[in-house]
């Protein structure tokens, strides 16, 4: 795990409130995948970016959601108007892209909507 | 629909034995396999991975095999000890970025 940096680890928001997550890939890497892991559930695929570029967001759900990967800077997974059933860990991972690279995670961030 | 599926919720195992944990998969168009291991409150670490072209991965204590007519691939841990005590999660791709992961199975291992 070390060297994808996420912040916050926790996070608490009202619901109707705004969530920033923020994820720093690992040195070298350009390619960021944010996933979801909902209590008693497996990690589910939300959104892969290169830098500047969405390359798939099949698993955003429609509205709320939205990431960005600019030139500088991490990457964000912003949530808005949150609601209670998007209390859940979110996972950002790296790779260094190529064939057959794996993919490294970082620690999370628990996001808590109350 | 659960394209990946770690049927066993838990195991629990005497230190120094194997650790045998399984792993389902319905789509025949992944081709790599990963597994992870994953302690609370922190995010999945890589293990081991195991691409289609092959049927066993071999990394000290752990071992990856994989039967691909069968769509089933084990992690085998020899000999399991304390600190493997955690959640394992199999992850399967066809694209090589989109990881599709089972719901884990925790893992127990008694001294």
């Known amino acids: 795990n070390a060297g994808v940096m996420q912040n916050p680890r926790h996070l608490v928001r009202r619901r109707g409130q705004e969530a920033r997550l923020r994820c720093s890939p690992m040195?070298?890497?350009?390619?960021v995948y944010w996933y979801r892991q909902l209590p008693e559930e497996g990690l589910k695929f939300m959104v892969y970016?290169?830098?500047?570029?969405?390359?798939?967001e099949s698993g955003m759900p429609k509205e709320r959601f939205s990431a960005e990967f600019p030139k500088e800077g991490p990457s964000i997974l912003r949530i808005q108007q949150v609601v209670r059933g998007d209390s859940a860990a979110y996972f950002c991972?790296?790779?260094?892209?190529?064939?057959?690279?794996?993919?490294?995670f970082g620690e999370g961030s628990w996001l808590t909507v109350v | 629909d659960q394209q990946v599926k770690q049927n066993s919720p838990s195991l629990s195992v005497q230190e120094g034995r194997i650790s045998i944990l399984n792993c389902d998969y319905t789509?025949?168009?992944?081709?790599?396999f990963l597994w992870y291991k994953k302690y609370p409150a922190e995010g999945p670490t890589f293990l081991i991975s195991?691409?289609?072209?092959?049927d066993k991965n071999e990394d000290g204590r752990f071992t990856v095999f994989l039967n691909k007519s069968a769509k089933h691939l084990s992690l085998h841990i020899v000999p399991s000890q304390p600190g493997d005590s955690a959640v394992y999660f199999c992850?399967?791709?066809?694209?090589?970025?989109?990881?599709?992961f089972g719901k884990g199975t925790l893992l127990t291992v008694n001294p």
């Open positions: 992850a399967a791709t066809g694209s090589n970025y989109k990881l599709t």
């Open positions: 040195k070298g890497h350009s390619h």
């Open positions: 970016l290169q830098k500047e570029n969405i390359i798939d």
């Open positions: 991972a790296s790779s260094a892209g190529s064939p057959g690279n794996t993919i490294y």
């Open positions: 789509n025949s168009m992944f081709d790599y």
């Open positions: 195991i691409s289609s072209i092959k």
